[in-house]
Protein backbone atom coordinates (compact mmCIF):
# COMPACT_ATOMS: atom_id res chain seq x y z
CA UNK A 1 0.00 0.00 0.00
CA UNK A 2 1.08 3.60 -1.03
CA UNK A 3 -0.04 7.33 -0.20
CA UNK A 4 0.23 8.74 -3.69
CA UNK A 5 3.68 11.06 -2.22
CA UNK A 6 6.23 10.58 -5.02
CA UNK A 7 9.46 10.18 -3.87
CA UNK A 8 11.14 11.12 -6.87
CA UNK A 9 11.70 9.80 -10.43
CA UNK A 10 12.96 6.55 -12.25
CA UNK A 11 14.19 6.07 -15.65
CA UNK A 12 14.21 2.71 -18.03
CA UNK A 13 17.74 1.91 -18.60
CA UNK A 14 16.75 -1.25 -20.09
CA UNK A 15 14.09 -3.70 -21.39
CA UNK A 16 14.17 -7.63 -21.44
CA UNK A 17 11.47 -8.70 -23.58
CA UNK A 18 10.03 -12.07 -22.61
CA UNK A 19 7.17 -14.76 -23.70
CA UNK A 20 4.85 -13.61 -20.96
CA UNK A 21 5.98 -10.08 -20.11
CA UNK A 22 9.21 -8.07 -19.62
CA UNK A 23 12.21 -7.61 -17.37
CA UNK A 24 12.76 -3.61 -17.02
CA UNK A 25 15.69 -2.84 -15.56
CA UNK A 26 15.21 1.17 -13.84
CA UNK A 27 17.75 3.64 -13.26
CA UNK A 28 16.96 5.76 -9.74
CA UNK A 29 17.59 9.14 -9.10
CA UNK A 30 17.87 8.19 -5.18
CA UNK A 31 18.24 4.33 -4.36
CA UNK A 32 17.71 3.74 -0.91
CA UNK A 33 16.63 1.22 1.56
CA UNK A 34 15.66 -1.45 -1.48
CA UNK A 35 15.67 -4.92 -0.99
CA UNK A 36 14.85 -8.27 -3.16
CA UNK A 37 11.16 -8.91 -2.87
CA UNK A 38 9.88 -5.11 -1.79
CA UNK A 39 7.14 -3.62 -3.32
CA UNK A 40 7.82 -0.36 -5.06
CA UNK A 41 5.37 1.90 -7.19
CA UNK A 42 6.20 2.79 -10.50
CA UNK A 43 4.30 5.14 -12.17
CA UNK A 44 0.90 3.95 -9.94
CA UNK A 45 2.04 0.11 -10.64
CA UNK A 46 2.80 -2.06 -7.56
CA UNK A 47 5.57 -3.98 -8.79
CA UNK A 48 8.45 -6.16 -6.75
CA UNK A 49 12.28 -5.81 -6.80
CA UNK A 50 14.02 -8.77 -8.41
CA UNK A 51 17.93 -7.88 -8.10
CA UNK A 52 19.46 -4.03 -7.80
CA UNK A 53 22.66 -2.71 -7.42
CA UNK A 54 24.24 0.93 -6.97
CA UNK A 55 21.01 2.75 -8.67
CA UNK A 56 19.76 0.60 -10.61
CA UNK A 57 16.82 -2.16 -10.00
CA UNK A 58 15.03 -4.92 -11.72
CA UNK A 59 11.18 -5.42 -11.90
CA UNK A 60 9.30 -8.28 -13.91
CA UNK A 61 5.73 -6.67 -15.89
CA UNK A 62 3.96 -9.39 -16.59
CA UNK A 63 1.72 -9.61 -19.44
CA UNK A 64 -1.44 -8.37 -17.70
CA UNK A 65 0.59 -5.59 -15.72
CA UNK A 66 1.19 -4.35 -19.65
CA UNK A 67 -2.47 -4.89 -21.11
CA UNK A 68 -4.30 -2.99 -18.22
CA UNK A 69 -1.51 -0.31 -17.54
CA UNK A 70 -0.24 2.35 -20.05
CA UNK A 71 3.17 0.40 -19.79
CA UNK A 72 1.86 -1.92 -22.54
CA UNK A 73 1.96 1.37 -24.62
CA UNK A 74 4.85 3.81 -23.85
CA UNK A 75 7.48 1.56 -22.02
CA UNK A 76 10.96 2.93 -24.29
CA UNK A 77 14.27 3.26 -23.10
CA UNK A 78 14.48 6.54 -21.13
CA UNK A 79 10.79 6.76 -19.89
CA UNK A 80 10.74 9.03 -17.01
CA UNK A 81 8.52 7.42 -14.25
CA UNK A 82 7.43 8.06 -10.91
CA UNK A 83 8.59 6.04 -7.57
CA UNK A 84 7.21 5.35 -4.31
CA UNK A 85 8.06 2.97 -1.85
CA UNK A 86 5.15 1.06 0.25
CA UNK A 87 4.31 2.46 3.53
CA UNK A 88 5.29 1.94 6.95
CA UNK A 89 3.30 1.13 10.23
CA UNK A 90 3.16 4.51 11.61
CA UNK A 91 3.80 6.69 8.61
CA UNK A 92 2.23 9.87 8.21
CA UNK A 93 -0.33 9.60 5.06
CA UNK A 94 0.11 12.55 3.68
CA UNK A 95 -1.74 11.55 0.50
CA UNK A 96 -4.34 8.77 0.36
CA UNK A 97 -4.51 4.87 0.60
CA UNK A 98 -3.04 4.23 -3.14
CA UNK A 99 -3.00 0.34 -3.51
CA UNK A 100 -0.71 0.15 -6.98
CA UNK A 101 -3.38 -1.42 -8.73
CA UNK A 102 -4.46 0.18 -11.98
CA UNK A 103 -7.69 0.85 -12.98
CA UNK A 104 -7.64 2.75 -16.43
CA UNK A 105 -5.65 4.51 -18.78
CA UNK A 106 -6.26 8.59 -18.71
CA UNK A 107 -4.70 10.57 -21.73
CA UNK A 108 -3.38 14.25 -21.27
CA UNK A 109 -6.07 16.45 -23.24
CA UNK A 110 -5.02 20.13 -22.07
CA UNK A 111 -1.80 21.50 -19.71
CA UNK A 112 -1.59 25.14 -18.76
CA UNK A 113 1.41 26.74 -17.27
CA UNK A 114 1.39 29.07 -14.68
CA UNK A 115 4.64 29.24 -14.41
CA UNK A 116 6.14 29.91 -10.39
CA UNK A 117 2.23 28.47 -9.79
CA UNK A 118 2.57 24.91 -11.07
CA UNK A 119 0.29 23.74 -14.00
CA UNK A 120 -3.37 22.90 -14.63
CA UNK A 121 -4.01 19.89 -16.46
CA UNK A 122 -7.07 18.37 -18.05
CA UNK A 123 -7.46 14.34 -18.13
CA UNK A 124 -9.76 12.59 -20.22
CA UNK A 125 -10.55 8.92 -17.84
CA UNK A 126 -12.39 6.27 -18.83
CA UNK A 127 -15.98 6.36 -18.89
CA UNK A 128 -16.71 3.74 -16.25
CA UNK A 129 -14.10 5.76 -13.92
CA UNK A 130 -16.24 8.78 -13.39
CA UNK A 131 -18.27 7.43 -10.41
CA UNK A 132 -15.35 7.27 -8.54
CA UNK A 133 -14.32 10.55 -9.35
CA UNK A 134 -16.27 13.76 -7.67
CA UNK A 135 -15.28 17.37 -7.88
CA UNK A 136 -12.79 17.45 -5.03
CA UNK A 137 -12.21 13.63 -4.74
CA UNK A 138 -8.60 11.88 -4.33
CA UNK A 139 -7.11 9.86 -7.23
CA UNK A 140 -3.92 8.61 -8.30
CA UNK A 141 -2.73 9.57 -11.33
CA UNK A 142 0.82 7.85 -12.73
CA UNK A 143 0.91 6.93 -8.71
CA UNK A 144 0.44 10.61 -7.59
CA UNK A 145 -2.11 11.46 -4.92
CA UNK A 146 -4.26 14.40 -6.21
CA UNK A 147 -7.35 16.57 -5.53
CA UNK A 148 -9.90 16.77 -8.48
CA UNK A 149 -10.69 20.50 -9.15
CA UNK A 150 -13.63 19.68 -11.57
CA UNK A 151 -15.30 17.15 -13.78
CA UNK A 152 -16.71 17.85 -17.36
CA UNK A 153 -18.05 14.85 -18.83
CA UNK A 154 -15.46 12.73 -19.34
CA UNK A 155 -12.68 14.81 -18.28
CA UNK A 156 -11.30 16.20 -14.91
CA UNK A 157 -9.18 18.92 -14.11
CA UNK A 158 -6.40 18.84 -11.76
CA UNK A 159 -3.59 21.28 -10.60
CA UNK A 160 -0.28 20.72 -10.00
CA UNK A 161 1.71 22.68 -7.14
CA UNK A 162 5.29 23.76 -7.95
CA UNK A 163 6.36 21.12 -5.34
CA UNK A 164 4.94 18.13 -7.45
CA UNK A 165 6.43 19.04 -10.50
CA UNK A 166 9.67 19.42 -8.68
CA UNK A 167 10.05 15.73 -7.85
CA UNK A 168 7.53 13.72 -10.12
CA UNK A 169 7.49 12.97 -13.53
CA UNK A 170 5.04 15.68 -14.76
CA UNK A 171 7.34 17.84 -16.34
CA UNK A 172 8.33 15.28 -18.63
CA UNK A 173 4.20 14.62 -19.75
CA UNK A 174 2.96 16.65 -23.31
CA UNK A 175 -1.03 16.96 -24.49
CA UNK A 176 -1.42 13.28 -25.47
CA UNK A 177 0.56 11.42 -23.31
CA UNK A 178 -0.93 8.88 -21.19
CA UNK A 179 -1.49 8.24 -17.35
CA UNK A 180 -2.26 5.03 -15.31
CA UNK A 181 -4.99 5.98 -13.37
CA UNK A 182 -6.40 4.55 -9.84
CA UNK A 183 -9.52 5.84 -8.14
CA UNK A 184 -10.22 6.04 -4.41
CA UNK A 185 -10.44 2.71 -3.22
CA UNK A 186 -12.61 3.81 -0.16
CA UNK A 187 -15.17 5.19 -3.25
CA UNK A 188 -15.01 2.28 -4.90
CA UNK A 189 -15.35 -0.13 -2.09
CA UNK A 190 -18.87 2.36 -0.59
CA UNK A 191 -19.92 1.75 -4.52
CA UNK A 192 -19.76 -1.74 -4.74
CA UNK A 193 -21.69 -1.97 -0.93
CA UNK A 194 -24.11 -0.34 -2.12
CA UNK A 195 -25.12 -2.16 -4.43
CA UNK A 196 -26.12 -4.95 -2.24
CA UNK A 197 -28.97 -5.26 -0.04
Known amino acids: MFSGIIEGRCRVR ?3 EGKRGVRVLFEFENLREFYVGQSISIDGVCLTVEDFRDNLAEFFLSDETLRVTK ?3 VLAE ?4 NFERALKVG ?3 DGHFVLGHVDGVGEITEILDFGEEG ?5 KIPKELLKFAPRKGSIALDGTSLTINSVEGDEIRIRLIPQTLRITAFPYRRVG ?3 NVEVDVLARYVHNLLKFP
Open 14 to 16: EIK
Open 71 to 73: FGR
Open 78 to 81: GYVC
Open 91 to 93: DRI
Open 119 to 123: WGIKV
Open 177 to 179: DLL
